[in-house]
């Protein structure tokens, strides 16, 4: 994935996922996988609707920190143990007042627990802590912990194809992700992660109460299918 | 252990005199000059005959003074250089360090950069200007020698065995790119091996880092800091300890990492946390209290410092920086390097950094518009 999105001029810093690579093989153990990098900077193309009226984005910066399971092809687990960190942040500038902008979002992966408001164990999110770190006005933003969106897990190779498909337009991004490498990757990922969720998630109708699979619970990763009936 | 390097320049003894000194100052450097012979045949003569010396030192432009045959010779340092190269690859003499030392002028106007290859170090003499530079230069010309020795001695049968005694660090934390990389280089003249070492390890920040970075990315401001150099020593055995190591002090990023989780903890990341964040852990945890967390660059939003601005020399998060031009083949163990948008927006020694990437050109125009525009308004 570095060397694509390198090759197609995307991005020209691909250090923080050589970063990656280097320390999951350090951190790893038999069973789980781990990596963490900061500051992977993807570009993001001018959009309508952009609020406020002028504003010039022009950084996605991904900064990710994970663990999860190495794929057991009896057994269909819960791809990620931990997710420390998936942060999305926006960069850019306010052209009407002469300010920074800043946003960001970022992928969460809680217990469902003892929650106030609906809580799906993945959930995306807009705000993060960091946002109190940059935005000194808080006028500039307005940010609610709600709501929480329901998404299937994410690893750095999802996260770089959800900001790429996210934020450029299709002319841009096409070059890089209609290559077939580039889909072998994706589609590497999907199966990996994509797969047990969304056949999980789908044995609520097609197989209820079956057990083939592990450290899952439907009502924690889908609440909304909580109906009580 | 004292090294001997013959010198030859066209000017006389008494001119130079000053810069053998300074450089002999510190001892284990013994330099021992003379001007070019000034016939072709008869340097190449000498050269070749010569068997006492682990290193050379070359003037550039050996043609302005008289040589000792009385005539002006009619070669420079760079053509003896080649020629070095080329004796050395027909195995007629040992392959030793060459060192190129000549004036700026003489540098901008007569060196052919297809020549630099031969050289394992160009030194401008009018950058000797202190006893630092001179330290320098001697622990260069010293580590040089050393290391040429170290790798003719090194045997090349077990690579892997090979590469952890020339770098004196396990394989199995290093980069597995650069690994693959260094082991094609084994094989190769000495001076090759050389070459790709400094240039692509020692002078490029990423796998080692120097200095002001290793400063930059624990947070902390060098010349506020009295206990620095107390913090420098815990960090010794994070330190490159290879083929080198006296002309160029450099951490393994990989095991400052490894420290920082031994010493501080696994919760808190390093790079993740703020400069002043990471000065206070390292004051509580190391009972370090004269340690001073380095500052924001104007414009700068961010102080997860992890690079340096090459404008201002400061520490810097990419995140609040524009690439800098010419890195599109750098290899993927060497970290990229950025100019901040203050030193990019006002041209701050873009001597050093001469222009941002061109995919940075737009951003930067905006940036300008940006700040202009707010300087209007306050």
Redesign the interface.
């Known amino acids: 994935m570095?060397e694509l999105l390198n090759g197609c001029?995307l991005c020209?810093?691909?250090?923080p996922l050589?970063d990656a690579q280097?320390?999951c093989?350090?951190h790893s153990t038999a069973n789980e996988w781990q990596y963490?990098f900061?500051?992977l900077?993807l570009?993001i193309d001018t959009m309508s609707h952009t609020k406020p009226v002028g504003a010039?984005p022009?950084?996605v910066?991904l900064?990710v920190?994970l663990t999860g399971r190495y794929a057991n092809p009896t057994d269909q687990a819960n791809p990620l143990i931990e997710v420390k960190?998936f942060n999305i942040e926006i960069?850019g500038?306010l052209d009407i007042e002469?300010i920074?902008g800043y946003a960001s979002w970022h992928l969460d992966k809680d217990s469902a627990g003892d929650q106030k408001f609906i809580h799906p164990e993945y959930h995306l999110t807009f705000g993060g802590h960091r946002i109190w770190?940059?935005v000194q006005n808080y006028g500039q933003v307005i940010v609610l912990p709600s709501p929480r969106i329901a998404h299937p897990p994410m690893d750095a190779i999802l996260g770089i194809d959800f900001i790429l498909k996210n934020f450029l337009t299709k002319d841009r991004h096409e070059t890089l992700t209609q290559r077939s490498e580039y889909k072998q990757i994706i589609q590497h990922s999907i199966h990996r992660l994509w797969k047990p969720y969304y056949s999980f998630i789908g044995n609520f109708w097609t197989a209820p109460g079956s057990q083939s699979f592990s450290n899952f619970s439907i009502f924690s990763i889908m609440p909304s299918l909580d109906t009580g009936i | 252990m004292e090294y001997k390097y013959f010198y030859i320049d066209d000017w006389d003894k008494e001119d130079i005199a000053g810069t053998i000194r300074g450089i002999e100052t510190g001892g284990g450097i013994k330099i021992e000059h003379s001007k070019p012979v000034g016939d072709w045949e008869s340097e190449y003569d000498r050269i070749a005959s010569q068997s006492n010396f682990h290193g050379i030192i070359l003037d550039l432009r050996l043609q302005e003074r008289v040589s000792l045959d009385g005539n002006h010779a009619k070669y420079s340092g760079s053509i003896i250089a080649h020629a070095i190269r080329e004796m050395a690859k027909e195995k007629k003499i040992n392959e030793f360090p060459l060192v190129l030392l000549s004036g700026n002028y003489n540098m901008q106007q007569f060196f052919d950069k297809t020549g630099e290859d031969a050289f394992d170090l160009r030194v401008l003499k009018e950058d000797l200007t202190d006893n630092a530079a001179f330290e320098a230069l001697r622990l260069r010309l010293f580590a040089l020698a050393k290391g040429y020795d170290q790798i003719n001695q090194v045997s090349k049968g077990d690579t892997n065995k090979a590469i952890e005694q020339l770098l004196s660090f396990g394989c199995d934390g290093l980069e597995e790119r650069f690994r693959q990389k260094i082991e094609t280089f084994l094989n190769k003249p000495t001076h090759d091996f050389a070459s790709f070492i400094i240039r692509n390890l020692l002078e490029k920040e990423g796998l080692l880092i120097s200095e002001p970075l290793l400063a930059a990315r624990l947070g902390v401001e060098i010349n506020d800091s009295k206990e620095w150099q107390v913090l420098k020593e815990l960090l010794d055995g994070t330190s490159y300890k290879g083929v080198f190591m006296e002309g160029w002090p450099r951490w393994w990023m990989y095991s400052i990492e490894k420290w920082w989780e031994e010493t501080i903890g696994e919760d808190v990341r390093l790079q993740p946390i703020s400069a002043s964040k990471r000065v206070d852990i390292l004051k509580e945890k190391l009972g370090l209290k004269g340690l001073v967390a380095a500052n924001k660059i104007e414009k700068a939003r961010s102080d997860q410092f992890w690079t340096i601005c090459q404008g201002l020399k400061r520490p810097l998060d990419p995140i609040d920086g524009l690439l800098i031009v010419g890195q599109e083949n750098a290899f993927p163990w060497q970290s990229k390097q950025y100019v901040s948008y203050e030193a990019a927006i006002n041209r701050i020694s873009v001597e050093n950094w001469k222009d941002v990437a061109a995919n940075e050109k737009d951003k930067l125009d905006q940036l300008k518009t940006f700040y202009s525009r707010e300087r209007i308004r306050r």
Do not use: I, T
């Open positions: 570095a001029g020209q810093d691909v250090g050589y280097g320390r093989m350090s963490h900061e500051g900077k570009p010039v022009f950084d910066v900064s920190e960190k960069f500038l002469p920074e770190d940059k």
